[in-house]
């Protein structure tokens, strides 16, 4: 039987050929195209509306990222291994008398705008009452030998102080309006969503390896060998995590959140809202407009600035719909659950009855037969959640 090389961190097989490699997408290159894609796409950072935000779009997720200037309060930088930039807007670096403020970063260094920091301009208003200062010049990008370019590549070096998103503003009645200004390259990728390089590959062999075991999947044991090497070398108990966290039943891939066994061909299959409870008002998705999938990639745990959640022990795939109503909450499973052991029950007249389990921050509920509930609204002397990332993504 194969192993794997033997030679530092190595996962190709140990009768390859050429150099080692800890990353080979080989591990699972015999899936089809179209599956290789879905767990190439899974690999990216794709944020909803980024490009006003500066942000880059469709790149791998061991990227430099862009930190909020406001959210500055709850990051650990040493947590972005390929980088960060700072991203503030004008009202934040200058006061009312257009001088910049000072800032010390909790590493005890300065935020120094042009070198660790960019402003970005969202508004034509904000432009006017705040204008770049006379030497100030918008972001561009250099190489390593200090050549202009324009599109962002591995070394390259960002120069300038800030970025234009400017959308177009209506005149009104005077008639005058402004067009749109978009100057300045995306700067980064959306925190949340990063994960290293090797974060990023594990990710995506377990979710090659859930695509593999999906009902109905055209691919056989014999094949993944390899796959399943690279797993076992990471992830010895995956098995018994994928089925304690409901991504699995036996072998079965399923959706963690309603715990059916998802098929083969639902994974790339167009979504149809026309008998989801709780989407019927949806409206009708015309045939050849939708692009997003049945089965979307799952976060366990909603992404987040404060900690990393994209990894191998916390990816799935999973429904889109069920995305769509888990929103920014975690996946509690009904093992945990079970084993929390608090039950909830309803009250009949003098009579009660159990007929689940309630996580221990009582946003959720699963029932033995794969009914689940879960809270929408927060109590009002309820404290906030951790910061938390609006963003989903499909792939």
Not at 151 to 177: E, M
Not at 213 to 221: E, F, G, I, R
Request: include cysteine.
């Amino acid at each position: 039987m194969a192993n794997l090389c033997s030679k530092g961190n190595c996962r190709l097989l140990e009768s390859h050929k050429g150099k080692c490699n800890a990353w080979p997408n080989k591990a699972w290159s015999f899936l089809d195209k179209i599956d290789q894609n879905k767990i190439g796409k899974a690999g990216y950072a794709t944020p909803r509306g980024g490009a006003k935000g500066a942000y880059q779009n469709h790149v791998y997720r061991n990227n430099k990222v862009i930190i909020p200037f406001e959210r500055m309060d709850n990051i650990n930088l040493s947590n972005y291994e390929d980088g960060f930039v700072i991203r503030a807007y004008p009202d934040q670096v200058f006061d009312d008398k257009n001088n910049l403020k000072n800032f010390v970063l909790s590493d005890g260094s300065l935020l120094e705008i042009g070198v660790n920091t960019f402003v970005l301009y969202r508004s034509h208003e904000s432009y006017e009452d705040h204008p770049p200062l006379e030497n100030w010049k918008v972001r561009y990008l250099e190489d390593k030998d200090g050549n202009t370019i324009k599109t962002r590549a591995k070394g390259c070096i960002d120069k300038g102080h800030y970025v234009l998103r400017l959308p177009t503003r209506s005149g009104g009645q005077s008639g005058a309006g402004q067009g749109s200004r978009t100057e300045g390259p995306a700067q980064g990728i959306f925190a949340p969503e990063y994960a290293n390089k090797e974060m990023n590959y594990l990710s995506q062999a377990v979710l090659s390896w859930q695509i593999v075991h999906a009902q109905s999947s055209p691919y056989t044991s014999n094949q993944a060998r390899h796959l399943r090497l690279v797993i076992e070398s990471f992830f010895a108990d995956s098995l018994e995590h994928f089925n304690y966290q409901g991504m699995m039943k036996g072998n079965l891939t399923t959706c963690p959140l309603c715990l059916k066994i998802i098929s083969y061909d639902e994974i790339h299959a167009n979504i149809d809202l026309d008998n989801e409870d709780g989407l019927l008002n949806s409206g009708t998705i015309v045939k050849g407009t939708n692009r997003s999938t049945i089965i979307n990639l799952f976060h366990m745990v909603p992404l987040s600035y404060a900690n990393q959640f994209h990894r191998y022990d916390l990816v799935s795939w999973g429904h889109a719909t069920c995305n769509t109503k888990l929103g920014q909450r975690v996946c509690h499973s009904l093992e945990e659950l079970k084993e929390s052991n608090i039950k909830i029950a309803k009250l009949i007249g003098d009579e009660f009855s159990t007929f689940g389990w309630i996580s221990t921050d009582e946003r959720m509920i699963r029932s033995p037969l794969g009914a689940v509930w879960i809270k929408i609204t927060s109590d009002c002397d309820e404290p906030e959640l951790e910061d938390e990332t609006d963003a989903t993504e499909e792939v």
